[in-house]
């Protein structure tokens, strides 16, 4: 079955400092793990993924690290800023057309 | 914006009622995905479309059920509602049937609340 758990679930760091949060998943098959980031009141949109033949992937402040064997993957940002802050979910992708969405990582940046 | 939209934006009815949320994908998009998102359980999937037929299924009730017309856009139905069924609504569309292959674009949502 579906098992993703996401740590810590509410991490606050000082604007300019980085922010690391991890997500872990069950099933050894899944080959593509995006990160979703929802602002308040607001939609959830991708900003970052990556597939299983990749074990980092980076755009501009936020990069993706993979580790099929521990089955987990985490997002980095670094330099963080307040429109940072946001939740964020990892979403494996387990098969049959479903991402399994996390239940978020609450990251708050204080200026 | 990312080109998908759904009303109403608000909801508010009573347990017991039925409701029709309305979702319309962004142009070119023929892959339908409808989420629950509530507090205590984050973004819960529901059930997928794609060009018309169903594809995907998740956690969803039976008192639930959803469909795709012809013109791509989706209705997500919702009977004898019950207070647990209060939350943020979400579609998302995108061109191919797998999301590991194409990127999700959700809407706005609908909240529903059920009094």
């Known amino acids: 079955g579906e098992n993703v758990e996401q740590h810590p679930s509410t991490l606050s760091v000082q604007e300019g400092d980085s922010a690391v949060i991890k997500c872990t998943y069950s099933d050894s098959a899944s080959n593509y793990f995006p990160w979703y980031k929802q602002e308040l009141g607001k939609r959830p949109q991708l900003i970052i993924d990556?597939?299983?033949?990749?074990g980092e992937k980076k755009d501009q402040r936020i990069a993706v690290t993979l580790n099929k064997t521990a089955k987990h993957f985490s997002l980095h940002i670094t330099e963080t800023q307040p429109e940072d802050s946001a939740v964020y979910f990892c979403?494996?992708?387990?098969?049959?057309?479903?991402?399994?969405f996390g239940k978020g990582n609450q990251v708050v940046v204080i200026p | 914006d990312s080109g998908v939209t759904q009303t109403p934006k608000h909801l508010i009815t009573a347990t017991g009622q039925r409701v029709t949320l309305r979702c319309s994908p962004r142009?070119?998009?023929?892959?339908v995905y409808w989420y629950q998102q509530s507090l205590d359980q984050g973004l819960q999937f529901l059930i997928q479309?794609?060009?018309?037929?169903?594809?995907a299924k998740g956690n969803i009730l039976e008192r639930f059920s959803a469909q795709q017309f012809p013109d791509l856009h989706s209705e997500l139905n919702l009977s004898s509602l019950e207070l647990g069924d209060s939350a943020l609504y979400f579609c998302?569309?995108?061109?191919?049937?797998?999301?590991?292959?194409?990127?999700?674009?959700f809407g706005p949502g609908t909240r529903l609340t059920v009094l």
């Open positions: 142009s070119g998009d023929l892959s």
């Open positions: 479309y794609y060009n018309g037929e169903e594809r």
């Open positions: 979403a494996p992708y387990y098969g049959n057309n479903r991402l399994a």
């Open positions: 998302a569309s995108s061109v191919d049937p797998s999301p590991s292959t194409d990127t999700q674009y």
């Open positions: 990556i597939r299983s033949n990749v």
